[in-house]
């Protein structure tokens, strides 16, 4: 028995030496545990420590670089402004001096518009000036030469008789509408026979007559104007509505023609309110019909 209890102490002194064993083997494993576990952390805590810092590093990095690339982009913005603002001040003043060349132009254009016009107008007005004065002189030519045909004209018809039909008669017709108004004629003739209407033994020769609405133009024609034929002119006159009772009530316009009328017998014509007709520049025309026509002070 009590070998047994020597036997049970013996193992029970192994179980604990070999608990003890253990339990040192299992505390030093748990210390070495521990020491693992801090050198773990430390570890864990440095390599924080290493990243945080190798982070902290990097936003560094990163935002010098943001920084740099930053300053880069104003710079190159300030860089582009600038080339802008100098290519605006280029263009402008390209564009100013185009408008000045082009100003200059148009003023240069226009200088010698206005001389082109200047001499075309100066052109113009001598062309203007000689074709007027040309004019003139043709026309006074031709008036001289009419003139002169219609005396020589005239002189002719004096000659054969036919001064009355061929030349005082077609300028009866113009005078009567220049200073008469007749447009058209109710009866016009010459070399009209005409027997007294209440003595037909009396019979004359009428050179020519011109009636137009409240008028009668009658016309007596002398080559060899004299005093004595204007008075037998006259006493015609006195007694014209009893050869042509049929124009009582129109008035008497009495006209005494001739190739040329001096001026004794033009005032003489005048005095008895009788028109003298005769050649005037290039045309037969009415010597007096101003002094006939003005109103008596």
Request: net charge negative; charged share 45%; proline share 2%.
């Amino acid at each position: 028995m009590r070998e047994k209890v020597y036997r049970l102490e013996a193992v029970l002194e192994e179980f604990i030496k070999s608990v003890g064993i253990e339990f040192n083997k299992l505390y030093n494993a748990q210390m070495r545990t521990e020491i693992e576990l801090q050198e773990l952390r430390k570890m864990i805590e440095q390599t924080n420590k290493a990243f945080v810092e190798r982070l902290e590093m990097e936003k560094e990095r990163l935002e010098e670089e943001r920084r740099a690339f930053e300053e880069r982009l104003e710079k190159e913005r300030e860089r582009s402004a600038e080339e802008m603002r100098v290519f605006k001040e280029k263009l402008e003043e390209e564009r100013r001096a185009f408008e000045e060349r082009l100003e200059k132009e148009r003023e240069r254009s226009t200088e010698e518009m206005r001389v082109f016009k200047e001499k075309l107008e100066e052109e113009k007005r001598a062309f203007e000036e000689k074709l007027e004065k040309d004019r003139k002189r043709w026309e006074e030519e031709f008036k001289a030469w009419r003139a002169e045909m219609n005396k020589k004209w005239g002189e002719v018809t004096i000659k054969l008789g036919t001064f009355a039909e061929d030349m005082v008669a077609p300028n009866i017709k113009g005078i009567a509408k220049q200073y008469f108004g007749c447009e058209e004629f109710d009866f016009f003739a010459v070399r009209i026979k005409k027997r007294h209407s209440t003595d037909k033994s009396k019979r004359r020769e009428f050179d020519c007559i011109a009636v137009c609405d409240n008028i009668v133009i009658l016309n007596e024609t002398k080559a060899k104007p004299k005093v004595e034929y204007i008075d037998d002119f006259i006493k015609v006159l006195e007694e014209f509505y009893e050869y042509f009772p049929e124009y009582r009530g129109k008035k008497l316009i009495p006209v005494f023609a001739s190739l040329y009328l001096p001026d004794d017998l033009v005032r003489y014509l005048t005095k008895n309110r009788v028109y003298a007709m005769a050649m005037k520049e290039d045309t037969m025309d009415l010597l007096n019909y101003e002094e006939l026509n003005t109103p008596t002070p």
